[in-house]
């Protein structure tokens, strides 16, 4: 299937941990997103990488560090975590040659931490 | 800064009835115009795009407009079902980066 995914659906973790989530996509696309939903269902872009290049780097703790090791690829590290990180976090990809930009999602991971 | 706001965060209508959903934004510069469809703990499907040079686009029972002037976009869902029934959200592109501003959605419920 031709599709962004996601790893892990779901994430339970304890504070002060280190978690990773991962993001691929299959579309070809050069340019993917990660985005925080918080419990409000409120969503909002974090990071954007364009051919592995950060392009985008909003105002999010440092603890946050996406990593893309190719374009088809991008992992976000979240170190010492805390409460207020639970949230559902989304990647998404898009391609800007078609001069369109539509963004295509994953399903979610879900974060909680205890 | 573009802002995008959706109202009514929700709306309930019996089923076959034909309904407007409600986004306006700030910023008239806007790169393009999201909808997108979230079903409960799922993510996000992708409805319809309309780029700033358009002002319109459909898809089946599904009208998407843009109007830049007065900072409004409408989405038409006609003859409504059931399996309608989600939030939907509408998100504005900032520039050609792709950024998207989102609103916080209208939750759709249609009655059978």
């Known amino acids: 299937d031709t599709a962004v995914s996601q790893t892990p659906k779901y994430l339970v973790t304890q504070m002060g941990n280190d978690k990773s989530i991962k993001c691929e996509q299959n579309l070809g696309h050069d340019t993917m997103y990660w985005y925080k939903q918080d419990s409000k269902k409120f969503l909002k872009i974090m990071f954007s990488?364009?051919?592995?290049?950060?392009?985008i780097n909003e105002t999010v703790p440092n603890r946050f560090s996406p990593k893309s090791p190719d374009k088809a690829h991008l992992n976000l590290h979240i170190n010492s975590l805390e409460l207020g990180d639970s949230a559902v976090y989304f990647c998404a990809s898009s391609s800007p040659w078609t001069g369109e930009n539509e963004q295509f999602f994953g399903p979610g991971t879900r974060l909680t931490v205890l | 800064k573009q802002e995008v706001t959706q109202i009514p965060a929700a709306l309930s209508v019996p089923e076959g009835e034909n309904l407007v959903l409600n986004c306006s934004f700030t910023?008239?510069?806007?790169?393009?115009l999201q909808w997108f469809r979230q079903d409960p703990g799922k993510g996000l499907t992708s409805l319809l795009l309309i780029q700033s040079s358009q002002r319109e686009q459909t898809s089946g029972r599904l009208n998407a407009s843009l109007d830049k002037s007065s900072g409004r976009s409408t989405l038409y869902i006609a003859a409504s079902q059931p399996g309608d029934s989600a939030t939907y959200l509408c998100?504005?592109?900032?520039?050609?980066?792709?950024?998207?501003?989102f609103g916080q959605g209208t939750t759709l419920q249609v009655k059978p």
């Open positions: 990488y364009n051919n592995k290049e950060l392009i």
């Open positions: 998100a504005g592109g900032e520039g050609n980066t792709g950024k998207l501003i």
């Open positions: 910023d008239s510069a806007i790169y393009n």
